[in-house]
């Protein structure tokens, strides 16, 4: 079975920094890309940053600048730093991975709160 448990969100203010991070563990064959999308309330959830095996990178237009995706391949484990905070970055994180014979799994969220 494949979890992915993320961490770091919290509450912090308008120009603030935070870091999340998203381990996975359980038997996987082959990751091509880890990553992060975001849900507000009321809104789909969206692309913020993804970066593959091969360290492609792509980030929404709305974050370019502020946020940086890494990843560890040897942990399985990605990171989202994530700079110049702004209350319109307020939502519920969700990392996300594809594996290439088991398809896509998600974590369970962690929110982050950012006030003006």
């Known amino acids: 079975q494949v979890q992915l448990v993320e961490s770091g969100g919290g509450l912090v203010q308008a120009g603030g920094s935070l870091r999340l991070s998203c381990v996975a563990s359980?038997?996987?064959?082959?990751?091509?890309?880890m990553g992060w999308y975001r849900q507000a309330p009321g809104k789909h959830r969206d692309l913020v940053a993804t970066i593959t095996s091969g360290g492609t990178i792509t980030y929404a237009d709305s974050v370019k600048g502020r946020f940086a995706i890494s990843r560890d391949n040897a942990q399985n484990t990605v990171y989202l730093q994530m700079n110049s905070l702004k209350p319109e970055d307020t939502a519920v994180y969700y990392c996300?991975?594809?594996?290439?014979?088991?398809?896509?799994?998600w974590g369970q969220g962690t929110q982050v709160t950012v006030s003006s």
């Open positions: 359980g038997r996987l064959f082959s990751i091509n890309a």
């Open positions: 996300y991975l594809d594996d290439q014979f088991l398809g896509r799994y």
